[in-house]
């Protein structure tokens, strides 16, 4: 599917946001976590061997759409000499893995211009209270004007009442945001779904056959392809 322009009225007031995998690269964070763990874990082990290791950890993630009990209880069935108990291996986890979480140089550029420019930005995220590590390690916290995780509000997306909540938080009509994610059904076609302008964070993916009902505004490699959205009513230099 090729992209739209991204140049069009300037009619977009505010932004929300997914976090894993839009913000920052969640996959790549995971994958130098799972490096780490693996080479703590099988030091004696041959490279080969810790390689195929890193490749199964990282496909049992699939992304993160399992949960961390789930992960490491198949990593414990696979792995024995993985002695740790699984609630220990998650707790850890959510500690370790937050070193490696880092928003990219475009993204923010992106959100200085955003607060520059007086546009608002939020968050909404799927997952448990433990989101809220990953927000403080971000920086994000101060930086954003509302903050919803699905565990934490009482439903996940695409369920329309988690948009609609954030974009009252914002202060603003859903017609008025413009929604960024990478998840095709939870956040292009639950923000399309209460109006909202999309912009689908494709990390290399083709729009999903299944869901040709819904197709996303705007097809994006990196957040800095915003800057270049007139929506975003983003002025030029100190005008």
């Not at 399992?66 to 696979?78: I, W, Y």
Request: charged fraction near 20%; charge should be negative.
């Amino acid at each position: 599917m090729e992209s739209r322009s991204l140049l069009g009225p300037c009619n977009i007031q505010g932004v929300l946001f997914d976090l894993d995998n839009t913000l920052y690269d969640r996959d790549l964070a995971f994958e130098k976590w799972a490096r780490a763990f693996v080479e703590e874990q099988f030091p004696a082990e041959s490279e080969a061997y810790r390689a195929e290791t890193l490749a199964q950890i990282i496909a049992i993630d699939a992304h993160g759409y399992v949960t961390k009990q789930v992960l490491f209880t198949q990593v414990r069935a696979l792995y024995p000499a993985v002695t740790l108990d699984v609630d220990t291996l998650c707790e850890r986890f959510y500690q370790e893995w937050l070193v490696y979480m880092t928003l990219d140089s475009e993204t923010e550029t992106l959100l200085d211009a955003l607060a520059s420019a007086g546009i608002p930005f939020g968050i909404i995220t799927n997952g448990p209270p433990q989101q809220h590590l990953k927000i403080d390690q971000l920086g994000l916290r101060s930086r954003t004007h509302c903050l919803f995780i699905s565990a934490e509000f009482g439903c996940n997306k695409p369920d329309p009442a988690i948009f609609q909540a954030a974009a009252s938080c914002l202060g603003l009509l859903c017609e008025q945001i413009l929604f960024v994610g990478d998840n095709p059904e939870a956040d292009i076609c639950g923000a399309h779904a209460v109006g909202m302008t999309t912009a689908w964070r494709h990390w290399g993916n083709t729009w999903p056959a299944a869901i040709p009902h819904v197709q996303p505004d705007y097809v994006i490699e990196s957040l800095g392809e915003l800057l270049s959205d007139t929506r975003l009513c983003i002025p030029d230099g100190d005008g």
